[in-house]
Structure formats: C-alpha cells, structure tokens
C-alpha cells in the first residue's frame, strides 16, 4: 500500500464520529476524515497530533475521496435518515466499482436494505453497522453488528475487530483500561458479521429495544424502594452497587449506582432528585415495539418501556391528575432487607423475559428477510463495549451453545431453574406493588408474558369465538387437526349450524 494513502476515511465528526477515528487512529490505521464544516475538522485534527495512526484531514470531499487506499473504505458517521441519503448522493460521483460505504449510524434497517441494493446495482459496496457503547465505547471500544455482503465483511474485518471491545476468552468479562494512544489487546473481540443487508441494523435495533427495557426495569426497582420502602438515593444506590457483584453485574446497574450517590452541585440535594421525570427517547424502542407489531411476536416488556417514557412525557398533566385521582394509602409492614431481595429477583426475572422477546423477535425476523442469524455469537459480542453489557449475556451466550435451535431462552435449563427459583419473589414484589399504587410497568408485562407462554390453554378460544359471532372470522377445533377453520350461522338465536 502507498505510504501516502489511508487505509480508511470517515465522514461527520460530531462526537461519536471523532471518537471512532480516534480508536482507528490508535490501533495504528492511517484514516482520513472529512467534515462539511472544515474549522470543525482542522480543529479535531491539530488537537490529536500523537496518534499512533495517521490522522489525516481533507478539506473537499475530492481530496477526502483521492487520499483513501482502494478499493475504499469510507465510514459515514452522520445522522440517519436524509443526512445518510445526502452524504451517499454526494460521494457516488466519486467512488470506483469495490468501493465499500460503512454506514456506523442508527439507522432503520429497511432504510438499510434499500440502500444495499441500490449501491450493490451501481457496483459499490454497503455495510450496515450498529455501532452501540455510546461515546465512550466509540472511543475505547464498542460492540459492532455489520451486515452486507460477506465479502466486504472479509475487508472491514481486520479494522473492525481491532477497534471493538474485548472480553477475556474464558469469562466473557470486558477487558478494561483502554487509554488515548494505549488500546487493549488480545481477549475476544466484541464485532462478529451478522448477515445480509439490513441484518447488522436490525440486531442493532434489537440491542436498543431491550435496553429501553432494561433502564425502565432499573427505574422501577428504584421506585419501589423509594416509594415503599422510603430509602433515600444514596442508600438505593448501595443497594445498586451490590447487586452489580451479583448476577445482575452490567453496566447499567454500575452506572445507576454511580447516579444514586451522586450529590447535585447547585443544591448539595441528592442528583437525582433535582432532575425532571420526563424521559427523551431518540425512536429506536418505538421501531422495535412497531416491528414486533408488524410480525406478529410478543414483546411487550420492550413496548411498555416505550410507552413509560411517553407517559412520563405528560408531566404537567400528571401533576394535575395527582391532585385529583386517588390511590391507595398503606403502609409496607413487610421486611424491607427481605422486599429489598425481592426486588432484585424481580428485576432479575423480568430481565430474562425481556432479552426472550428480543431474541424471539430476530429468530421472527431471519424468516421474513431471509437471514441466518447467530444468536448465540450475537450474545458474545454485546458482553462488552455496548450499553447493555453484562455478565447476564454470558448466559444467553451458553444458552445458544447448548441448544442453537433453542425456541426460547425461557425454555434452556438455567433460565427456567432461575426463574422457577425466584418466581416466588417476582410475584410477591408485583402484589406489593399494585397494593401500593406503584406502577411497575415492564415487572408485569414480563410476568404476564411468563405466565402466558407457560399455560397451555389461553382464553383467546373466547376471543375467536366473538370473532366468529360478530364477524364470521372462522375458528380452528380442538378435536380436529390444525389449519381446518369453521363457522357457525350465529344470527340464528336457537339452534347454530356448522359450517366447514
């Protein structure tokens, strides 16, 4: 390779978008990056002059283009959506037949597939990328979900997997203490191919729906012992830091602890307490929640983490409503050291059902657009690097070795004996809750969606039958063969007749 030439280029330097080039640059690739706003990009370069790697900057998009090693490889790290469309516009006059574009944005992955299939029709090359772990991870190491064609995997590879977050082979622990200059080396990296097109986007949508589970499951545990059990943040926060030694070790459950204890520095009051109780969301949980819809698969714990967020969103009518609606009025005469356990096997449990509906809906998905994914490599490669890193995933990752074909990870040994074990505190929890009026959104809808997927007679033969009655929709018998539908003339009050 001419010295003079980069091995990659990165387009949008907002802060995910840096702190990718700078993790290229210090595992020793020469990389070129581009910004519209050129201050902004002559800025990033002269305040990183020692990286290992070349950092190099390219006032016009033609120098951007002419300073990378063919075939090119060029990140686009831009908001999703029509920004992606536009940056791709402008580069397609430019690029040669190989070239690979590597889209590392949030993207929604159909947007993905229709821009696979387009590029590949022009001759170049697409690679959908999650690219999870936020702006540390882009830095030190993220968790990366590639989809395209394996044959620009084979090229990405080498890069990809030297930048990801690494876990040690035997644990599945993250290595940590990355520094500026100074990556981690060795360990498993936290980047595998996915599949086709859209696939790497898609499991990266996944990714982002189940976390949308997980920070509600979290805040729920933290409402439950404020508001039953009236401990303050800091005490809550132990609490937190506790179970982070336990089975539930993540990086959330680390980062809620850290929050908890936190004192704001305005008012000396607990951080937490002085921040307003409406949640953002950026669509991703609402993509996987219509998706799941679209599908047919249950995962309502994901869609009533969504849906917290948008109630918490009505905060002035809340306010409004708690003057007027009224609760129950009790006092927790329980043990609260014991309630306080009890939670944590909620949250456990619930957490199980969550990543079930996650995994269910990508085995759903590889059926509608003809992927083959591998769930148990995807569990791998979110152990480290991504928001939702925890040991948790080394189970899923055991899980899907045991068993490949595995049709729910409730239904693998360690997840039923978990749950069977700790089921008596989930359900003890969800009572207390609804006797004190606090609402625990996504505890129930995963003990619901448990409880459902156990009984083998669900109530919905009366729900077709309504069907049949107001609209002639047919219903299958139990003591005839699946796919025979019938009707019944039901107008006629005294006596129905059997259609087939």
């Not at 040669?96 to 696979?116: C, M, V």
Request: net charge negative; glycine share 10%; aromatic share 8%.
């Amino acid at each position: 390779m001419p010295e003079e030439l980069s091995e990659i280029g990165l387009i949008g330097l907002a802060v995910m978008g840096q702190n990718l080039a700078l993790n290229i640059a210090d595992h020793g690739f020469a990389i070129s990056v581009y910004n519209r706003t050129t201050d902004k990009m002559d800025k990033f370069v002269a305040d990183n002059p020692d990286t290992p790697g070349r950092l190099r900057g390219c006032p016009t998009i033609e120098d951007f283009i002419n300073s990378i090693h063919r075939p090119r490889k060029v990140v686009i790290m831009v908001k999703a959506g029509d920004p992606t469309d536009a940056v791709i516009k402008s580069l397609l006059p430019l690029l040669e037949e190989g070239d690979i574009l590597i889209d590392g944005g949030n993207a929604k992955w159909t947007d993905t597939i229709r821009r696979e299939k387009d590029l590949s029709g022009k001759g170049f090359r697409f690679v959908g990328s999650g690219v999870s772990g936020g702006e540390e991870g882009a830095r030190f190491g993220p968790s990366l979900m590639p989809g395209g064609a394996p044959e620009s995997w084979k090229e990405l590879k080498p890069i990809w997997e030297a930048i990801a977050a690494k876990v040690d082979a035997q644990t599945g622990k993250p290595l940590e203490g990355a520094e500026p200059g100074r990556p981690i080396t060795g360990g498993v990296p936290c980047s595998a191919y996915i599949g086709p097109n859209g696939a790497g986007h898609y499991v990266k949508m996944v990714h982002n729906g189940i976390e949308y589970g997980d920070m509600q499951m979290i805040c729920e545990a933290y409402d439950l012992m404020q508001n039953i059990l009236g401990m303050t943040p800091s005490d809550i926060g132990k609490v937190f830091e506790t179970w982070n030694e336990g089975l539930l070790d993540s990086f959330l459950i680390e980062i809620t602890a850290d929050i908890l204890k936190q004192t704001d520095p305005v008012t000396n009051k607990p951080f937490v307490d002085i921040v307003l109780d409406t949640a953002g969301q950026k669509g991703t949980g609402k993509w996987t929640s219509v998706n799941a819809l679209d599908m047919g698969v249950p995962a309502p714990t994901v869609a009533e983490a969504v849906f917290a967020r948008c109630l918490s969103a009505v905060k002035e009518e809340r306010v409004a409503a708690s003057s007027i609606l009224e609760g129950p009025s009790i006092e927790f005469s329980g043990n609260p050291t014991a309630f306080v356990d009890a939670i944590r096997d909620a949250l456990y449990c619930s957490k199980i059902c969550s990543y079930a509906q996650g995994f269910q809906l990508m085995r759903e998905a590889q059926v509608e657009y003809q992927w083959s994914l591998n769930f148990g490599e995807i569990a791998q490669i979110w152990r480290g690097g991504c928001i939702i890193r925890a040991a948790f995933l080394q189970k899923i990752t055991e899980a899907y070795a045991r068993e490949p074909e595995l049709a729910n990870l409730l239904l693998d040994p360690y997840f039923k004996n978990a749950i069977h074990s700790a089921q008596g505190n989930w359900r003890t929890v969800a009572g207390t809750a609804v006797a004190h009026g606090v609402p625990i959104p996504t505890f129930a809808s995963a003990l619901s969606y448990y409880d459902s997927y156990r009984t083998a007679r669900l109530p919905q033969n009366l729900l077709q039958s309504q069907r049949d009655y107001f609209g002639a929709h047919t219903y299958e018998r139990t003591d005839q063969p699946r796919g025979n539908f019938y009707h019944i003339d039901w107008p006629e009050k005294d006596r129905p007749q059997l259609e087939i």
